[in-house]
């Protein structure tokens, strides 16, 4: 535990002016980042008798080990900077929401020849036009199954369309007139096109034209006698009309507002957010997040439109509110890629934010346009706050029940594994290794990071093993030996560039100002096997001078070995600190087991012209287009495989001597 007065700056030293600041600890991560309209005031609060202050707030600051800050000149610019350093480093003492979900969108791929319509999850590509999010997959299955009555747009995958292609036959919803099946030619690509922008206009908003339109031609075909067609227009309309009527109207001036609810203990805090477009519920997102930072609701409130609408980066202004089906919040323009119902013109909050004109200067700026922030206080929108509210309570019931558990043993864990293993403090960052190959072959390994006793799956990692010759390590020893050394010489890197003083910090590029790779330093690697394994991984700590814990995770018996112990520590196996081993275990053993699987199952289908040096991807598939298949390329002469693209005469007679060697095993 650091002691505060150490590294505390001169007051003197610390500027008046409003800007950001972040506190880093001994490991050279950042832990902690604040904004301020002076730092001298802010900053000297931090640094008072260490029983006056917040518990989580006493946390963090002997947690650290130095302070740095950065003056801005308004109170804008420090809001821009406080918040891309916190999606930049992620600090632990910070408030992050999380969703507790990905939340599905209703795609239509414009950026194809052919488009299709379909539900994803997946980030945005640019070109296509996304709706949602929705709450709830079926909503978009019910919406979309109802509308491909009126728009029949391809939402068969690119493998059955093909096969439709190749076949001339399309398939099942093509027979049932749920599909216009382009594919084989019932309708241009031109027309099918023109049909899916048709869609997209209508869940944009513009139904009430759809709707009108094919009302007129209903009563002109049953005026004309032809009453088959004024049927299907008739369920062409009740259709568009159940999708625009499966949302009630909530405020009905058709407003655009985003309504947010807080609800917080005083370990939690729940958030809800209702996206009401043209007076009706579009959308709806939940986050629940720990109180690991000492705010009050205000500063939650500031934190959370930070982190909402930092998301959506610069916005265009909003379009004129219209009709728009179920579950729509917003969508995005196939010519510039941009949320174009991201930030709307009115917020509501259930209480202002701490510093409400440079948070409203802040959005109005990345909206391009004036906003109204503000509390409901009577009316419709009072009562969509009070619902909104509610619903984040409800959430907080439910989170509380689930987590509650959770939190306590894994702090529990935590605890145990530093009295146990006489650690100088808990490890907050376990990374564990595990080496995966079948009889030496295809050899991989894994790395797998657990922080505060959880997974942190985007600092995973694989390793290809090479071994002294690149064929190889000759045994798991020589393995965990590579691995490690490929793994903490990033850690040592990091070391000097504090040794040699560098103005920022070890685990910041000086020259990007990007956190480095690998930099931040673990508190215990696990690695997975007996003494064997441990000696080889302490004998790697040792000479490349890194400080830190090694232990290892026995299967057979679950036995925990330390380095140079003859004996093992035998967990009970109710212990908390155990099931955390045996999870970050299991976890490395998983992952390790899923890349040597696929580069087993692609080194199995590889292609004998794999074995050609100098024959890629590229000059193989135009072999194939030429040939049709290896053995046509085998069979030919070099003249023929020299009328390639790409491939030369000489190349050509590599290629032919590669398959047609002299009786002597010379090519």
Known sequence: MADPSVYRPKTSDIPTDPGVYRFIDEDDRVIYVGKAKNLRQRLVNYFQDLALLHPRTRQMVTTAGRVEWVVLKTEVEALTLEYSWIKEFDPRFNVMYRDDKSYPYLAVTMSESIPRAGITRNSHKKGNRYFGPYTQVWAIRHTLDSLLHTFPVRTCSPGVLKQAQRSGRPCLLGYIDKCSAPCVGRISEEDHRELALELCNFLDGDTGRHIRSRERDMKKAATELDFERAARLRDDVEALKRVVEQNAVVLPDRTDVDVFGLVSDELEASVQVFHVRGGRVRGQRGWVTERVENLDDAGLVTALLLQVYGEQGENRLLKPSREMPEGQARSVDDRTHTPTMAIPREIIVPVMPDDPDAILAWLEERRGARINLHVAQRGDKARLAETVHENATQALARAKVKRSGDLTQRAKALEDLRDVLGLSAAPLRIECFDVSHTQGTHQVASMVVFEDGMPRKADYRHYIIRGENGEGARDDTAAMDEVLRRRLAKVKEGSRDV?????????VDPDTGRVKKFAYRPNLIVVDGGLPQVNAAQRVVDELGVDVEVVGLAKRLEEVWIPGDDFPVIF?????????????????????????????????????????????????????????????????????????????????????????????GSS
């Open 499 to 507: 040794d040699e003083e560098v103005a920022v910090s070890g685990a």
């Open 572 to 664: 009970p196996r109710s212990s908390a600190a155990l099931h955390l081993l045996q999870h970050v275990r299991d976890e490395s053993h998983r992952f390790a087991i899923s890349h040597h699987r696929k580069r087993r199952s692609k080194a199995m289908t590889r292609s004998a012209l794999d074995a050609i040096p100098g024959l890629g991807p590229a000059r193989q598939k135009d072999l194939l287009d030429k040939f049709g298949s290896v053995a046509k390329i085998k069979q030919a002469s070099p003249e023929e495989l020299a009328a390639a693209p790409g491939i030369g005469p000489a190349f050509a007679q590599k290629i032919h001597d590669h398959f047609h060697p002299e009786p002597d």
